[in-house]
T-cell receptor, first 118, second 114 residues
Framework: GAVVSQHPSWVICKSGTSVKIECRSL??????MFWYRQFPKQSLMLMAT?????????EQGVEKDKFLINHASLTLSTLTVTSAHPEDSSFYIC??????????????FGQGTRLTVV | AQSVTQLDSQVPVFEEAPVELRCNYS??????LFWYVQYPNQGLQLLLK??????LVESINGFEAEFNKSQTSFHLRKPSVHISDTAEYFC????????????FGAGTRLAVHP
C-alpha cells in the first residue's frame, strides 16, 4: 500500500513552454502533498505544500506564478512549470501524507520527474 | 525552524566493511527522524524512521540508526556493506504533528568499492 505515482518520469521541453507534472496517490487519500526540487548533486528543497481544495503554500523564494500547483482531489496534485527556462531544469519529486491513522508519521514519495528545458 | 546537517558529503568504503553516515539535527520542538535512500535517477525510498520508543531502529536490509537526544544525532550504520548499497542517503526530520513536511540534509554519497 501507500503508493505514489508521478507522471511523466522525464520530459524535455522548449524554453518558454509550460509543463505539467502529476502526482497521484494510488491507494490512499492524501489531503496534503508536497513538492520538492532537487538540483544535481544537491538535496531536496521543499517548494510548496499542496492542500486539497485550497491554495498551495509556497516556501520563501519560490515563485507561485511560475510554479502553479493544483490539488483538485484527494488523490491528485499537479505542478505546472509555466514559461519554463533552462534554469528550471531539475528533478521534481512529490510526496503525499497519509491520513486516517491519527499519527501522520510518514510521507510517501513519487519516483520523480526529470525536467530538461532546452 | 528545523535544520539537518549531514557531516560527510561522500563516504567511500570497501565492500564488507562497516560504515557510519552521520546526521545531526536542530529543532526547538519534538521531531520525527528519517533516513531515505536514493538510487540514480530515482525517487526516495524510506530506509528507516524514529518516531518514539526504542532509540535504536533497524531496516530490513541491515541498516540501523540510533536516536541520541542529548547529542541531537541520528547516525546511520551498517556492519557490512555491499556494492548494491552504493547510493545517496538523506537524513530528514519532520515536526511532530507537522503533517510530514520534511526538512532534508544535504545528503551523503555512499560509494562501496570491491
Amino acid at each position: 500500500g501507500a503508493v505514489v505515482s508521478q507522471h511523466p518520469s522525464w520530459v524535455i521541453c522548449k524554453s518558454g513552454t509550460s509543463v505539467k507534472i502529476e502526482c497521484r496517490s494510488l491507494d490512499f487519500q492524501a489531503t496534503t502533498m508536497f513538492w520538492y526540487r532537487q538540483f544535481p548533486k544537491q538535496s531536496l528543497m521543499l517548494m510548496a505544500t499542496s492542500n486539497e481544495g485550497s491554495k498551495a503554500t509556497y516556501e520563501q523564494g519560490v515563485e507561485k506564478d511560475k510554479f502553479l500547483i493544483n490539488h483538485a482531489s484527494l488523490t491528485l496534485s499537479t505542478l505546472t512549470v509555466t514559461s519554463a527556462h533552462p534554469e528550471d531544469s531539475s528533478f521534481y519529486i512529490c510526496s503525499a501524507a497519509t491520513i486516517g491513522t491519527g499519527m501522520n508519521t510518514e510521507a510517501f514519495f513519487g519516483q520523480g520527474t526529470r525536467l530538461t528545458v532546452v | 525552524a528545523q535544520s539537518v546537517t549531514q557531516l560527510d558529503s561522500q563516504v567511500p568504503v570497501f565492500e564488507e566493511a562497516p560504515v557510519e553516515l552521520r546526521c545531526n539535527y536542530s529543532s526547538s520542538v519534538s521531531v520525527y527522524l528519517f533516513w531515505y535512500v536514493q538510487y540514480p535517477n530515482q525517487g526516495l525510498q524510506l530506509l528507516l524512521k524514529y518516531l518514539s520508543g526504542s532509540t535504536l531502529v533497524e531496516s530490513i536490509n541491515g541498516f540501523e540508526a540510533e536516536f541520541n537526544k542529548s547529542q541531537t544525532s541520528f547516525h546511520l550504520r551498517k556492519p557490512s556493506v555491499h556494492i548494491s548499497d552504493t547510493a545517496e542517503y538523506f537524513c530528514a526530520v519532520s515536526v511532530v504533528g507537522g503533517y510530514n513536511k520534511l526538512i532534508f540534509g544535504a545528503g551523503t554519497r555512499l560509494a562501496v568499492h570491491p
